[in-house]
């Protein structure tokens, strides 16, 4: 038109195509780069660097509920993207799942849970690593690592949770439950008598649908990659000892988001307040 001669106003050429005059006049601009807070930098490498297998939720959970140090996480988020220390994230795939029941619950000590998961501690080889988890609350009650994953193991663990929570083994309430697969020593004879005088009783899942065992499932893979990951181990004593240490971290001093970023011992204190 215009090698024509025609004159077509901006405005009439707008409203053929539909197009905003704002979107129409709009020319890039050249964006400087904010720069980076150089501290805030540290910080976030100093975290990294102790704890690894922390993201940008974990990262910024520690800086807001640990340090106290009053953050965006979005402002975490960029400068770990432009650093290049976000962890890589899984590939999700559309995969059937079952119905279940969910292990959560609404109250301290109405249902535990419990799994196996082994562990190499060097010169003692593949070890069994045995915890009982609180289903409202997910602190570590009580845990036992034996060279073998036999019903002993497991009960070592029960009985550690029992007396950690009531200081005696047979104060737990009234049809307290206590749930895991259907593993042969969870199903023993001599497990299924001490779970029994304790006055708990058992929860099976479903065959082949661990998700209903989902809160233990998910601290034993927190338990691979912030603890079984980052160390090696000269024998099962050095790693009791390490182990020791960790499950106090976790339970005294590391923010859940499922919790609202409240530690696991935080939230039983506010829980039971609230009932008292």
Not at 122 to 132: A, H, S, T
Not at 174 to 201: A, P, Q, Y
Not at 264 to 273: A, D, R, S
């Amino acid at each position: 038109m215009l090698a024509s001669g025609h004159q077509v106003a901006f405005a009439q050429l707008c409203r053929w195509f539909s197009l905003a005059r704002s979107t129409g006049y709009y020319q890039t601009k050249q964006r400087t780069p904010r720069p980076l807070d150089e501290a805030m930098v540290a910080r976030i490498k100093r975290i990294i660097t102790e704890e690894p297998y922390c993201g940008v939720r974990g990262v910024w959970s520690r800086l807001r509920f640990r340090d106290l140090v009053v953050v965006n996480r979005k402002k975490v988020h960029r400068i770990m993207q432009l650093k290049n220390w976000t962890l890589p994230k899984r590939r999700y795939g559309n995969r059937p799942r079952v119905k279940h029941w969910k292990s959560q619950t609404d109250r301290p000590d109405k249902r535990w849970a419990t799994d196996l998961a082994s562990i190499h501690c060097g010169r003692d080889g593949w070890c069994v690593f045995v915890p009982v988890i609180d289903c409202c609350t997910r602190e570590v009650l009580g845990w036992s690592l034996e060279l073998t994953g036999r019903a002993t193991t497991a009960e070592r663990a029960l009985e550690e949770a029992l007396l950690a929570r009531f200081g005696t083994l047979n104060s737990a309430p009234k049809g307290m439950l206590i749930r895991h697969d259907n593993g042969l020593v969870f199903g023993s004879r001599k497990f299924r008598k001490v779970v029994e005088d304790f006055g708990l009783k058992q929860e099976y899942i479903t065959p082949y649908t661990p998700q209903q065992n989902g809160l233990c499932e998910r601290f034993i893979k927190t338990f691979k990659e912030e603890f079984c990951w980052t160390r090696r181990f000269k024998s099962i004593e050095h790693a009791r000892f390490a182990l020791r240490a960790w499950i106090d971290q976790y339970n005294y001093q590391r923010p859940h988001k499922s919790l609202n970023y409240q530690t696991p011992k935080q939230t039983h204190e506010k829980l039971c307040k609230k009932t008292a």
